[in-house]
T-cell receptor, first 112, second 115 residues
Framework: AQSVSQHNHHVILSEAASLELGCNYSYGGTVNLFWYVQYPGQHLQLLLKYFSGDPLVKGIKGFEAEFIKSKFSFNLRKPSVQWSDTAEYFCAVGGSQGNLIFGKGTKLSVKP | DTGVSQDPRHKITKRGQNVTFRCDPISEHNRLYWYRQTLGQGPEFLTY????????KSRLLSDRFSAERPKGSFSTLEIQRTEQGDSAMYLC?????????????FGQGTRLTVV
């Protein structure tokens, strides 16, 4: 069965700290991978996506993610977080019908 | 705003009542998805439409749930005889399918509370 696992439920960092959020997936077909972000009171927004090609993907707001096929992972990284990065982050894999299978999400709190 | 819009944003209903939600996708998008999100969980897929055809339903979509997209534009999701377990955020997303690449755009959701 297709599934996505996010390792951290809640991460608390100080501004300027580096961020890495873990994501592992289980999917048998061609993998399309996504990270979405949900800022407080707002809708889900796409941060970045991987369909094929360079496994290091750069997204908006300085985020990047690396697809490691051998580890079934797609971890999200940012070298230096800001208070405005406080949000909930969801990893997702594209299903066979174009639907998304989401992880449970990781809440990121950045202390000023 | 040319994004995905959902109405209403919040709905409080008594158990046993019927509710209907509306989603207006991005106009040129041919696919429309409904998801449900409960506290502490990521969104869970319910159903999707390709134009006006409903192509897949999740096992989460009980027979009390029905969705339509009559003209291939807006969609409605109706829940009959609501139960407290139906309390959740209902999210709509749309995408334009091009090959195998998909990127879904989400609305702000309708938060349903069943009391």
């Amino acid at each position: 069965a297709q599934s996505v696992s996010q390792h951290n439920h809640h991460v608390i960092l100080s501004e300027a700290a580096s961020l890495e959020l873990g994501c592992n997936y289980s999917y048998g077909g061609t993998v399309n991978l996504f990270w979405y972000v949900q800022y407080p009171g707002q809708h889900l927004q796409l941060l970045l996506k991987y369909f094929s090609g360079d496994p290091l993907v750069k997204g908006i707001k300085g985020f990047e993610a690396e697809f490691i096929k051998s580890k079934f992972s797609f971890n999200l990284r940012k070298p230096s977080v800001q208070w405005s990065d406080t949000a909930e982050y969801f990893c997702a894999v594209g299903g066979s019908q174009g639907n998304l299978i989401f992880g449970k999400g990781t809440k990121l709190s950045v202390k000023p | 705003d040319t994004g995905v819009s959902q109405d209403p944003r919040h709905k409080i209903t008594k158990r046993g009542q019927n509710v209907t939600f509306r989603c207006d996708p991005i106009s040129e998008h041919n696919r429309l998805y409904w998801y449900r999100q409960t506290l502490g969980q990521g969104p869970e897929f319910l159903t999707y439409f390709q134009n006006e055809a409903q192509l897949e339903k999740s096992r989460l979509l009980s027979d009390r749930f029905s969705a339509e997209r009559p003209k291939g534009s807006f969609s409605t999701l109706e829940i009959q005889r609501t139960e407290q377990g139906d309390s959740a955020m209902y999210l709509c997303a749309s995408s334009f399918i091009h090959g195998s690449n998909t990127e879904a755009f989400f609305g702000q959701g309708t938060r349903l509370t069943v009391v």
